[in-house]
């Protein structure tokens, strides 16, 4: 948690209102030291990942699960947080020749629904 100091307009003071870490920044946290637990917390139980397919949490936690016994697997590394509100969380890295796009919705704080777009560096330039 973080305490962030906000001052409304006409009003003079302001108020203190404790915000929780984000979500992409416990998500970095989480790849920063693989651990399948704190992965798997960070996600509503509803969850749904579209890619090719709709994956559920049980599908999805499996596949990076097994990515992540990889050393050097850490999609977020290199991650740019292009926007993130209490509703949806958008991030975009570079991985092998392409441009990765994850938007995911929120609830209750945690992933709730996400997709990911990837296209290829190519189309960019």
């Given amino acids: 948690y973080c305490f962030v ?5 006409g009003l003079s003071g302001g108020i203190y209102r404790r915000i929780e870490m984000s979500l992409f920044k416990k998500s970095v946290t989480v790849f920063d030291n693989y651990n399948a637990d704190a992965f798997r917390s960070l996600h509503h139980k509803d969850f749904i990942f579209y890619r090719d397919e709709e994956t ?11 990515l992540c016994k990889a050393p050097d ?6 991650a740019e947080l292009i926007h993130e509100n209490e ?14 796009t994850n938007l995911s919705l929120k609830k209750d704080g945690l992933y709730w629904k996400a997709m990911v777009s990837r296209t290829p560096i190519k189309n960019y330039r």
């Fill in 87 to 100: 509703y949806t969380l958008e991030m975009r890295w570079e991985d092998d020749g392409e441009i990765v």
């Fill in 5 to 9: 100091h906000f001052k409304p307009l």
């Fill in 73 to 78: 697997f850490h999609p977020l590394k290199n």
């Fill in 56 to 66: 559920n949490l049980d599908q999805h936690c499996k596949v990076m699960n097994e």
